[in-house]
């Protein structure tokens, strides 16, 4: 990923992820996040690019703690982007909040594993998934991990939960997010 894909980025991840919390934050905030992701110099970020333009991304972390930390660090530039989504949404607040909270409490992430932390496509079911997870587990492998963690929700999710397992992915827990129930998936280095 390059900072001219940032614009592509967006809008796949407004595409593949509609509804839920950084898609309701707005196209600025994603940017902004998205930008931080570029930042830190810690993250695999990955796009799959076809003659069209870019068609999926995946993007994760070696030490999710360590990226936490960098986009706290660079909160006030993300101030209007924040203000802009809540004139919108005024009930985006709450979320806001809880969401602040989370990213405050470091995770305490095993060293090691890197985590898988978002992955998208444009146009589900073509095999863009596919070669994104395989080339993300490629790399965070070649960088030395012992295991790819991520999570995904468990309810009304069983397209991308069997997406996971058939490429090898183990379900090795649960956790609970508010009222969300997310499966831990973890792909060991092979
Ligand atoms: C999960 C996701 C990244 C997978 O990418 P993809 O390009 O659809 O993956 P692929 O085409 O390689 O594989 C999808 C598989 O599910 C099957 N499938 C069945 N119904 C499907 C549907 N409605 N949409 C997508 N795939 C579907 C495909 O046929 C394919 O099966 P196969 O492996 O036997 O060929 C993509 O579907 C996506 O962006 N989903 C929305 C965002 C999301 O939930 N991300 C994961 C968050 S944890």
């Excluded at 919108?88 to 602040?100: F, G, K, Y």
Aim: charged fraction near 25%.
């Amino acid at each position: 990923m390059l900072p001219d894909d940032l614009p592509a980025v967006v809008r796949v991840h407004q595409l593949a992820f509609r509804g839920f919390f950084l898609d309701r934050m707005g196209p600025a905030f994603l940017r902004g996040y998205y930008r931080a992701v570029l930042d830190w110099t810690g993250a695999i970020a990955l796009v799959a690019q076809t003659s069209a333009g870019v068609q999926g991304f995946a993007v994760g972390f070696a030490d999710p703690d360590g990226f936490y930390r960098h986009f706290r660090a660079r909160r006030r530039r993300l101030i209007p982007a924040i203000l802009l989504a809540l004139i919108r949404r005024p009930s985006l607040l709450a979320d806001i909040l809880r969401n602040a909270r989370r990213v405050e409490v470091a995770q305490g992430a095993e060293p090691g594993v890197v985590e898988l932390s978002s992955i998208a496509t444009a146009a589900p079911g073509r095999g863009i998934g596919a070669v994104l997870v395989q080339a993300f587990c490629a790399e965070a492998f070649g960088q030395g991990a012992v295991a790819v963690a991520l999570t995904t929700d468990r309810d009304d999710n069983g397209v991308v939960r069997d997406f996971y397992e058939r490429h090898g992915f183990k379900h090795v827990g649960h956790e609970s997010r508010g009222e969300r129930v997310l499966c831990c998936y973890r792909l060991a280095r092979p």
